[in-house]
Each structure stands twice: as C-alpha cells, then as structure tokens.
C-alpha cells in the first residue's frame, strides 16, 4: 500500500507561484515514476507533468511547459511541482499519483495511487 497526501495548494493571483507538495510513504518510493494530474469541476483530469524513478527523465503538458517544473527528493519520500506564471485557468484541484509499473507516463491508467488533492486557486 502507498499513501500520497498533496499540500501546498491555496489563492494567489495571476502571475504568482506556488509550490505543491506530495509526501507518499513507503521505502520503494524511489523506484515509483510519479505524475502531477488536476481536475477542474465539470472537465476530466488532465495530466500536467512526470518524473521518472530516477528523476533523469520529465514530461510537461503544453499547457505548463516553461512554467511549471516537477522534481522529487527520494532521501524525502517526495515530490514537488513548482508553479509559476500562474494563470486563472490554472484553477484546479491538482493530485499526484505514483506509479509502480512504468518509468514514466503520461497516462492516468499507468498510475496506482492517488493523493486527495490540493486546492490551488488562481484569481485575475
């Protein structure tokens, strides 16, 4: 069993930064690919980023690329995505996953845990 709790989420305006974070439990937390994912109400989830087991390896949706950066501390247990430039359409509650079978994904179906989600609110 892994367990993910997100933090960092909150209101900022348009333009800020916010860093979230995802603490999973766990000794094998370093051999888990981990994703960044979010959900406005009414839309599907949407993938935002990835890190590979080793953290040599990302991907970044379109949307985030340049503004957005994902990186993990193994010696930690855990993962941050790190959010600047900041937009209004940015407004979603963001989840981070791990996953236990594959390097690194794009897809919510490759990841076996999820996080409750963080609240992250941006206002124009």
């Known amino acids: 069993q892994v367990q993910l709790v997100e933090s960092g989420g909150g209101l900022v305006q348009a333009g800020g930064s916010l860093r979230l974070s995802c603490a999973a439990s766990g000794r094998t937390f370093s051999s888990y690919g981990m994703g960044w994912f979010r959900q406005a109400p009414g839309k599907e989830r949407e993938f935002i980023a990835a890190?590979?087991?080793?953290?040599?390896?990302?991907i970044y949706a379109d949307s985030v690329k340049g503004r957005f950066t994902i990186s993990r501390d193994n010696a930690k247990n855990t993962v941050y995505l790190q959010m600047n430039s900041l937009k209004p359409e940015d407004t979603a509650v963001y989840y981070c996953?791990?996953?236990?079978?594959?390097?690194?994904?794009?897809?919510?179906?490759?990841?076996?845990?999820w996080g409750q989600g963080t609240q992250v609110t941006v206002s124009s």
């Open positions: 890190i590979s087991w080793s953290g040599g390896s990302t």
């Open positions: 996953a791990a996953d236990t079978r594959y390097r690194i994904s794009r897809y919510d179906w490759a990841y076996d845990y």
